[in-house]
């Protein structure tokens, strides 16, 4: 990765993501993590910590509010009557990043391994609050945020997850 490519800052300690190019913000976003808080181990609803890469985008030129399971548009754009016929599902909309744990034994592999956990960078419906946690492990943002840092990032772009 050259010098003056981007990276991204996720600060769970700040609900902020920053995307910075070396010392300098491009842009800061507002993100909502785990409800249960910093953690790396499988099935915890944790969002974990350390660093990581963008593994794949998926989503480019679906309009806002399209909704994915399982990483693929189900053909529905979110609209608030989806919530009340299915109230408990985890609603990943817009884009998605998938993130791959670069640290062996912290997260990566057997029961720490983020790419295994399905852990995105992803759009939320709008009253979704942002800023305070309350993911099941992801990093949520507003669609219009996920948009804009989906098309200023790339495959192999470096995500730092820090708690403090």
Request: aromatic share 6%.
């Amino acid at each position: 990765m050259a010098a003056t490519d981007p990276c991204i800052e996720i600060n769970i300690a700040e609900q902020k993501l920053r995307l910075l190019s070396g010392d300098r913000v491009l842009h800061e976003y507002a993100v909502s993590t785990a409800k249960n808080g910093p953690g790396e181990i499988m099935h915890s609803e944790c969002t974990p910590r350390g660093e990581h890469v963008i593994a794949d985008k998926i989503g480019a030129g679906c309009i806002p509010g399209t909704v994915f399971i399982a990483r693929e548009p189900t053909g529905e754009i979110y609209h608030p009557q989806l919530r009340e016929q299915a109230p408990e599902r985890d609603w990943i909309l817009t884009r998605i990043l998938w993130l791959r744990g670069t640290q062996p034994g912290e997260n990566q592999g057997g029961e720490v391994d983020s790419y295994q956990r399905y852990i995105y960078i992803h759009g939320s419906p709008d009253d979704v609050e942002i800023g305070k946690p309350g993911s099941r492990g992801c990093i949520r943002m507003s669609n219009a945020d996920v948009m804009d840092l989906f098309d200023q990032v790339k495959m192999g772009t470096r995500v730092i997850i820090t708690d403090c």
